[in-house]
């Protein structure tokens, strides 16, 4: 079983080409749809009561346990952004947390035996806060961004030296680290206590760094982007859930949950919100794992 913590959120997004209203969202929510495609999982989250009922059906779907998914008084965490022509910058338009404001994650007593953890990307003494309360669990990987190493560095500094994995996008690798090359980036998050450490680059794929070595996995290529939202929520969601499909966290399994998180994620940027990450097939997601392996693969050749 995997325990995901995080926000679950409703987002209206704005596009070049759209605009979507209050679609459901938060990194809880794209982790679950994901990891839960290849193992058991439990959510810890907190919502309004205006949470709309077709979006707690889903989340009904997905998990196997929403002891942890919490419904207070109050307006569900709200948040609004605006892409750029690239679909890699964004600006926010609004952040309205909601019930998420007083979020104080409680994982149920039954959970906490649990042997994976998906630490969505929440501030990092609600994500501790759920690591104190689980009880040895054998690997933990976690998330962030740039808002909580410009404003809580020292708990995110914590909070590396307790997971097993950490997932962090280049931009944040290097500002974190103060490192240009994102192989010293990775050297030095290393030292501060994770096994692995895994660099997302967008639409260039993602590395996996050990202080036995390296891997470099590309991106599923795409010929249109509808919304990037959620997609490294989603990586992550198909990282830990293949780690626990497989119950194994050694290296090379590593690689093939990165693989499948790069699969999973092409999917969730082909619409708004969830709809198409909810709707694949297994054989949809074995067709892409076949793509992305050609993608990579040359006949052994030696220089004469």
Request: hydrophobic letters at 40%; a negative charge; proline letters at 5%.
């Amino acid at each position: 079983m995997i325990v995901v913590v995080g926000s679950i959120a409703l987002d209206s997004i704005e596009t070049p080409t759209d605009k979507a209203e209050e679609v459901l969202g938060g990194s809880a929510t794209f982790i679950c749809a994901s990891a839960s495609r290849l193992a058991p999982t439990a959510v810890i989250g907190i919502v309004g009561d205006d949470f709309p009922n077709p979006y707690r059906e889903l989340f009904q779907k997905w998990c196997f346990d929403v002891s942890g998914l919490a419904v207070s008084p109050g307006r569900t965490f709200r948040w609004g952004c605006r892409y750029h022509p690239d679909m890699i910058h964004r600006d926010t338009l609004f952040t309205e947390l909601g019930v998420f404001e007083t979020f104080s994650p409680l994982v149920p007593a039954h959970l906490r035996g649990c042997p994976y953890v998906g630490l969505g990307n929440i501030h990092p003494l609600q994500q501790m806060q759920v690591l104190d309360q689980m009880d040895h669990p054998e690997w933990v990987v976690a998330d962030t961004m740039k808002l909580w190493i410009d404003i809580a560095r020292e708990d995110l500094d914590r909070l590396i030296g307790r997971v097993n994995a950490l997932v962090i996008n280049d931009e944040e690798a290097r500002q974190l680290t103060g490192c240009i090359s994102l192989a010293a980036a990775a050297e030095h998050l290393l030292a501060m206590g994770p096994a692995a450490i895994i660099i997302k680059r967008g639409e260039h794929g993602a590395s996996l760094h050990t202080r036995d070595g390296q891997f470099y996995s590309p991106a599923f290529p795409l010929a249109s982007v509808k919304d990037t939202t959620g997609a490294g929520d989603t990586f992550l969601g198909g990282l830990v859930g293949w780690i626990a499909h497989q119950k194994n966290c050694d290296v090379e399994t590593i690689k093939q949950g990165i693989s499948i998180g790069s699969c999973l994620a092409s999917f969730t940027v082909e619409s708004s919100g969830v709809t198409r990450l909810d709707s694949i097939s297994r054989q949809e997601i074995q067709a892409r794992l076949d793509g992305l392996e050609n993608l990579v693969r040359v006949q052994p050749f030696v220089i004469d």
